[in-house]
Every structure is written in C-alpha cells, then in structure tokens.
C-alpha cells in the first residue's frame, strides 16, 4: 500500500518544488503515466504480490525505460518521461524491498 502511494506522493513533491508555476498541471501529467501499469493486465494472474514489474510487463522492458529516460530531455514531452521515470524507480525499489532484486 505504501508502494501505491509513494506513486502519488513523489510526482506531488517533484512537481511543488521543480514546477512551482505550473505544479498542478505537472502533477497531473506525471499521475496519469501510472497508464503504464495497464500493461499488467496482460499477466496471468493480473496481480501477484511478489511478482517484479520491471522486466516482466511489456511496457517495463528496460529499452523502454530507455525510452523513456530520452524523454526527460525533450522539453515538450519531459513531464511524461518524469512520470514514468519515477514510475519505473518506484517499482524497482518496490523489487528491491519485496524480492531483493531491482528486475525480473
């Protein structure tokens, strides 16, 4: 549970204190990459507890995660490569701390 709420909490704090001017927008932006996770609806079964994300879902593939580390560096899509950046940092500590592992 904590896991899911740190996905609300980093994007808030990144967004309150990097985009100070727009931090609402931001935030929303970076909440709606959790998108991402409909990429488990491909597992069988949806949801395993002990399951590592990152390596496992197709969208948590590490060259997209490549991908998306690239779209941090362009300005009009950087919002979205934050968000899922974090996105996929979140689930790798998520790894670590469940499996002792940071990929499948």
């Known amino acids: 549970m904590f896991h899911i709420a740190l996905h609300f909490l980093v994007p808030i704090t990144l967004a309150a204190i990097?985009?100070?001017k727009r931090c609402m927008f931001a935030y929303l932006i970076m909440v709606a990459?959790?998108?991402v996770d409909l990429d488990h609806l491909?597992?069988?079964p949806i949801y395993d507890p002990s399951r590592?994300?990152?390596g496992y879902h197709?969208?948590?593939q590490p060259e997209f995660?490549?991908?998306y580390l690239v779209l941090c560096f362009i300005p009009k899509t950087r919002l979205?490569?934050?968000g899922l950046v974090?996105?996929?940092l979140l689930d790798s500590i998520d790894c670590q701390i469940t499996n002792g592992v940071w990929t499948n």
Do not use: E, K, N, Y
Request: aromatic share 12%.
């Open 86 to 88: 974090i996105h996929m």
């Open 18 to 20: 990097f985009f100070r």
């Open 33 to 35: 990459t959790m998108l």
């Open 65 to 67: 995660i490549l991908l």
């Open 58 to 60: 197709p969208l948590h």
């Open 80 to 82: 979205v490569g934050l």
């Open 52 to 54: 590592c994300s990152i």
């Open 42 to 44: 491909f597992a069988v």
